[in-house]
């Protein structure tokens, strides 16, 4: 335990997501050290992103505008949409340089223990995006985890009506990966998105 602000301060970085304890000292007593003008600036950017960053009201990924920087780029394909879970997907996705269409970020993905359900997630928009008829393909790439997995079932579920296509990003082995190593899920998962090559 440190004194007053000091603690607050580590209480405070504690609270960060991956900031355990320890790290959140670290990082404290790094900040004690390091030049006020450095300091300064961090703390003007955490004020500026609070102020001008919000969320895309077409997608839900960040933007500093009413729209983000894919919505607004006309070159898109809007007949596809890749479904996320959260903005930090996007630009997993995009560093692939293989998806040219737009994306919907959920906010998160269903999970009934952690008590997000449906309805605490951005499916309602999404369903309301796909009415016009402009989307021909919907790319679910939630996380290949539980909760993901529930989540791309139950929109799969919900928009099967609709008759789109609906296809799910391809799990399985990772490239430098060994099979005795592969536990049953994602071998299972590797043998059903098996593709030709010969």
């Not at 004194?3 to 997501?17: A, K, W």
């Not at 952690?114 to 989307?135: K, Q, S």
């Not at 929109?155 to 536990?183: C, F, H, N, Y």
Request: charged residues 25%.
């Amino acid at each position: 335990m440190y004194e007053g602000i000091v603690q607050d301060l580590i209480d405070e970085l504690g609270r960060l997501p991956g900031i355990g304890p320890k790290s959140a000292q670290r990082i404290a007593f790094h900040l004690l050290s390091a030049d006020p003008v450095d300091v300064r600036r961090l703390a003007a950017t955490l004020n500026e992103i609070k102020d001008k960053v919000r969320f895309c009201r077409t997608c839900f990924n960040v933007a500093q505008a009413e729209l983000c920087r894919i919505c607004a780029d006309h070159r898109r394909d809007p007949a596809q949409i890749c479904v996320v879970e959260e903005p930090k997907d996007v630009v997993a996705v995009e560093r692939t340089r293989e998806f040219r269409g737009r994306y919907h970020v959920l906010g998160g993905a269903i999970n009934p223990i952690g008590g997000v359900g449906p309805d605490d997630l951005h499916i309602r928009e999404l369903i309301a995006r796909l009415a016009d008829g402009t989307v021909t393909e919907l790319i679910l790439a939630t996380d290949p985890n539980t909760e993901g997995e529930v989540t791309a079932s139950y929109l799969a579920r919900q928009i099967a009506p609709m008759g789109l296509k609906v296809t799910r990003l391809a799990s399985g082995l990772p490239m430098g990966g060994d099979l005795e190593w592969a536990d049953e899920v994602t071998l299972g998962r590797a043998f059903e998105g098996r593709r030709v090559v010969a």
